[in-house]
């Protein structure tokens, strides 16, 4: 059974850093393209960024500079690091595998 972990949110300052990680409990974690998406109240989920096999990443606009996916596969790991952190920034961020797989979110909050 395929299980998907996030940690690491949390409530920080404007301007401020954090790092999420999702750890997947799946053969072949490697073989998989994986993705950060958030969802703020009142608004759809959105793709923050996503990570090839290969390691190509792809980042929304409103990220891009700020953010950084990353993958770890000796420990079956994806990465968000998140810096220069908005109130706009301030949702809760989901991890996506394909075949509609999600982790059950982590709420970040960016506020002073």
């Known amino acids: 059974q395929v299980q998907l972990v996030e940690s690491g949110g949390g409530l920080v300052q404007p301007g401020g850093s954090l790092r999420l990680s999702c750890v997947v409990s799946v053969v072949g974690f490697r073989l998989y393209d994986m993705a950060w998406y958030r969802q703020a109240p009142g608004n759809e989920r959105e793709l923050v960024a996503r990570?090839?096999?290969?390691?190509?990443?792809t980042y929304a606009d409103s990220v891009k500079g700020r953010f950084t996916i990353s993958r770890d596969n000796a420990k079956n790991t994806v990465y968000l690091q998140m810096n220069s952190l908005k109130s706009e920034d301030t949702a809760v961020y989901y991890c996506w595998m394909p075949n509609n797989y999600w982790g059950q979110g982590t709420q970040v909050t960016v506020s002073s």
């Open positions: 990570i090839s096999t290969y390691g190509v990443t």
